[in-house]
Structures are given as C-alpha cells and as structure tokens.
C-alpha cells in the first residue's frame, strides 16, 4: 500500500472520527482541519491537527498555506458556495477530492428496492437533501469542465455511540426508563438502514487515493436494516426496560411539532435498503459487521456514562405527550 498525504476537513465527527483512526491504522498521513474542540472523540496521536473554523475562508487559506495533499475528504460542505469554496482553493493542488453528500439525496418516496447509485436524486421534502444535491451538481460539473477530481460518497445513517437514532434522542431513553409511552412513526415497520461509522470507515479509506472513481458517486452502508420497532426495542433492551410503543402517523407528529417534519417525511417514513454492489467491488474487505443490538448497548453505555452530552429536551417531551394524547392514548 502506497502511503496517501490525506487531509480530512471535520475529522471528529459521528461518521469522520473512524475514518480518521482507520487511515492512520493504515499507515497513511493524516491531516485534520477543525476547531479542535472536540473531547469526546479525540484524534489519534499521529494526526496532525491544523486548527481553524472552515467558515473562515481567509483563516483556513492561511492555515493551509501551500500544501498540496493527494486526498481532501471533506465532511462539513453543506451548500454550494462552500462546494465552489473548496473547488477554487483545491485546484490544481490535490489528487482526489471526496465529498460527504447524503443518501437522503435519493428520491423519495423510492420506487424501487434496493436503491443503486443510478436512483433519481430528488427530494422535496427536505431542505438538506436538496442542498446535498445541488452540491453534486457543482462537482459534477466541474469535473466535466475542468477535470476537477471529485468523488461523491452518500452515507446513509451512520452513528457511534453517541448518537440516539429515534425522533426523541436521550429524551425518548428517558422516557423509556420512566415507563412513559415511546412515539414511533406510521406503524414501526418500515426497515431503515443503519450503519456503524467502523464499518462505513472500511468502505470509505478503501475509495480514499484511488484514481479510478474520479467523477463517480458510491453509497456506503450497512446491510443491516430493521425496523424501527426493533432499533426501538433494542435502546430499550439495552437500558434494562420494556419500550411502551406509541404508533402516531408520521403527517401528526409534523403537526404537533414542526422540527421533526423535514426529517422524517424527508427521509425516515420511508423504507430505505440499498445495494452495495459497487464498494464492494473495489473494496472486498468492506463487510458491515456491527449490528444495531451491539450499537445500542454502545449508546447507552456512553449516555448513562455522560448524562450532560445530550439532555432530555422538556419541549420535545411534552410534544410526545401531546402525540399520544392525539391518537387516543
């Protein structure tokens, strides 16, 4: 294996921190570009943190200086102008630039299972999604234009143990432990991918340096797809207690509270397993092999360990009541 210079723009977040430790533990140079905040998930010793906010374009030309890398993955473009940011700053200077968009980007509701990188990109749902979107469509373009060496990955949902997947987060492990009913959407059994960022981390180094998927797009995900009773159950097994599920129609919990609308009707009310063909293709040793049970017990360990990282939300808790109260329970 050829050692790659890879700077990574983000580095400790849910799905970027494994990533990071899995190119170091392969021997690769690795540069993160962030704010150095984060204490929960910190870089490996090897990596060499350069320290600047990446909204600050003229604080993170002068931190980057002159460096020319062979890998850029970027992690926190969101919008186009940052996309074209990074194109202008990178040109000419890089081997390959890899950009974080979403599987939320896929059309929805699918017509088709399992989605294949050639699924429709649309969204009218979510705001995010559509942002996504025309952010591939810049690089798109300025690969076809100006050989610009982008790739495209879509992660699906992708967490590590601090993050809660249902609607409520801590406040539905909260409501569990104090007997209170637990608001799953339509009727729970719509299967959601749900991937490990250790196993997504396999998938995406194994893209990082590679010149033959220059222009192309890959989802990386797990094969692991249960229903959202199920992930439900499972945060619940794994904090000792029973789930007291509540089905509320998914257009309901919109109304009751608008904040979980573009999320859900966006992405989680529809049932989303995908076709890893492709990665695999290139990256045999891409084998998701961390199932969400595992992943919950994680979770809670950490929650129970950190009851500061992510309060209960009192607004949210009263707006299940609200919803239980709506279908008559």
Known sequence: MT??????????????????????????????????????????EEVE???????????VTE???????????????????????????????IGQYVFISSAAAYQKPPQRLPVVESTPLRNPFSQYARDKISCEDVLVHAYREQGFPATIVRPSHTYDRTLIPTMGRRTDLDRMRAGKPVVVHGDGTTLWTITHTEDFAVGF??????????????????????????????????????????????????????????TLLGDKAFPMIFDNTRIRSLVPEFRPAIPFWDGAAEMVAFHDANPHWQPAEPELDAAFDRMVAAVGR
């Open 63 to 93: 931190t980057l200086g002159s460096r020319e890398f062979d890998v850029v993955a970027q992690f926190t473009a969101f919008t186009p102008p940052q996309v074209q940011a990074d194109i202008d700053r990178f040109a000419g200077r």
């Open 49 to 59: 943190l350069l320290r600047a906010d990446v909204r600050d374009t003229d604080a």
């Open 205 to 262: 180094v194994g893209l990082l340096g590679r010149r033959d998927v220059l222009g192309e797009a890959f989802h990386i995900t797990g094969d692991h797809a249960p229903s959202w009773n199920d992930i439900t159950r499972w945060i619940a097994e794994a904090a000792g207690v029973e789930a007291d599920i509540v089905h509320v129609p998914s257009d309901v919990i919109a109304d009751v509270h608008p904040p979980l609308g573009p």
């Open 3 to 44: 050692t790659k210079r890879i700077l990574f723009i983000g580095g400790s977040g849910i799905i970027s921190s494994a990533s990071v430790a899995r190119a170091v533990s392969l021997g690769h140079d690795v540069t993160v570009l962030n704010r150095g905040l984060s204490h929960v998930r910190p870089l490996p």
